[in-house]
């Protein structure tokens, strides 16, 4: 298999790389509060994505999982290097690219992914791809649900990605749901993405090379000019810039 060949980074395999004294003092207990967070997110502003990632899934272990879009998997490779059965859990909203879903696909296939595929509930029927609500019964509501008793979640957010993320930490509280939010890849540009696929001889998502930079559902996403906003074929039209999976 190929993880099997992979050497995990050294911050994987020396457990004594914590914040101090926070999150060392609460390895065997809840985890940090809400009102430790911004010490942690200080520690981790310069730390390395890798590190991030092993602190979290350290501390959390399987209440900790990593919600991806698919877009790309490069914090699917960094997780899985140092827990390859991290759970990482991928929110089907009914609408999304066939070239998505074979992407999917293809990148469970090469990392054995421990994937969780959520879908909506009935609810969501009311509300069609581009409606008002979509959004929040095909993914928000979701999402919801799937993080009921858990204690953190992973997330690839950029700050480049929207002005609205610009000042997202590596280590947040998400008020909304009133736990911790790890975003490992806060720092990153689209250009250190492109910089680690290519390094790591990472799988792109096939829908890339045809313009689509930011991939949402179907309906709502295009391809962009090389002199538009990466995030501009979202929601064309709209002034609409989030899903409200990351507004907390």
């Not at 809840?30 to 890798?50: L, Q, V």
């Not at 929207?162 to 720092?187: C, E, F, S, Y």
Request: aromatic share 6%; with cysteine.
């Amino acid at each position: 298999m190929v993880l099997a060949e992979r050497t995990r980074p050294e911050s994987a395999l020396h457990p004594t790389v914590q914040p101090d004294p926070l999150a060392r003092a609460r390895l065997s207990g809840d985890g940090p509060s809400e009102a430790e967070i911004p010490t942690i997110a200080a520690w981790f502003e310069d730390r390395p994505a890798e590190e991030v990632v092993a602190w979290a899934l350290r501390l959390f272990g399987s209440g900790c999982p990593l919600v991806c879009s698919f877009q790309n998997c490069v914090l699917i490779d960094i997780a899985t290097r140092i827990d390859d059965q991290v759970e990482v859990i991928f929110l089907d909203t009914g609408s999304h690219f066939v070239e998505t879903l074979a992407f999917v696909q293809d990148v469970q296939a090469r990392y054995g992914l421990n994937l969780k595929v959520i879908t909506p509930g009935a609810d969501a029927d009311t509300w069609p791809c581009g409606s008002e609500r979509c959004c929040e019964f095909r993914k928000v509501l979701p999402l919801d649900r799937a993080l009921t008793d858990r204690t953190a979640w992973m997330t690839g957010l950029k700050r480049v990605d929207t002005p609205a993320r610009a000042h997202a930490p590596v280590v947040g509280w998400d008020t909304t749901r009133g736990m911790i939010k790890v975003n490992p890849l806060a720092r990153w540009s689209h250009d250190d993405l492109a910089r680690y696929e290519s390094d790591h001889r990472l799988p792109v998502h096939p829908l890339r090379g045809r313009g689509y930079l930011s991939i949402g559902c179907s309906p709502t996403t295009r391809p962009v000019t090389p002199d538009e906003d990466v995030r501009a074929g979202r929601w064309p039209g709209s002034g609409r810039t989030e899903c409200g999976l990351h507004t907390a």
